[in-house]
Nanobody
C-alpha cells in the first residue's frame, strides 16, 4: 500500500505560476507511476500530466503542453507539477494519484489504473 498527499495549491492571477507537490508514504516514487489529475466544477476528473517510475517518460494533456512541467524533485522526494502561464480555465481541484508498477516507463491514461489518491488541492486562477 501507499499513500500520496498534495500540497501547495492556492490562488493566482492569470499569467502567474504555481507549483504543486505530491509526497508519498509506504512506497517510494521509484516504484510508482504518478499522475496529476484535475476536476473543475461540473466536469469529469481528467489526467493533466503523468510521470513514469523511472522519471524518464512523461505525459501531458494537450491543453497544458508547454506550460506545465511534471518532474521528480529529488531534494524534497516529491513529484512536482510546475504550472506556468495559468489561465482561469486551469481552475480546478488538483489530485495526485499513483500506483505501483514493475515497468519503468509505463504511464496509464485511465484514472482507474491509479489506486492511490490524495485528497486534492484547490487551484484558483482569477482573470
Amino acid at each position: 500500500q501507499a499513500q500520496v498527499a498534495e500540497s501547495c495549491g492556492g490562488s493566482v492571477q492569470a499569467g502567474g505560476s504555481l507549483r504543486l507537490s505530491c509526497a508519498a508514504s509506504g512506497r517510494t516514487f521509484d516504484e510508482l507511476y504518478t499522475g496529476w489529475f484535475r476536476q473543475a466544477p461540473g466536469k469529469e476528473r481528467g489526467l493533466v500530466a503523468a510521470i513514469s517510475r523511472s522519471g524518464e517518460t512523461t505525459y501531458y494533456t494537450d491543453s497544458v503542453k508547454g506550460r506545465f512541467l511534471i518532474f521528480r524533485n529529488k531534494a524534497k522526494k516529491t513529484i512536482d507539477l510546475q504550472m506556468n502561464a495559468l489561465t482561469p480555465e486551469d481552475t480546478a481541484v488538483y489530485y495526485c494519484a499513483a500506483h505501483w508498477t514493475f515497468y519503468n516507463d509505463y504511464i496509464p491514461k485511465n484514472r482507474d489504473e491509479y489506486g492511490f489518491w490524495g485528497q486534492g488541492t484547490q487551484v484558483t486562477v482569477s482573470s
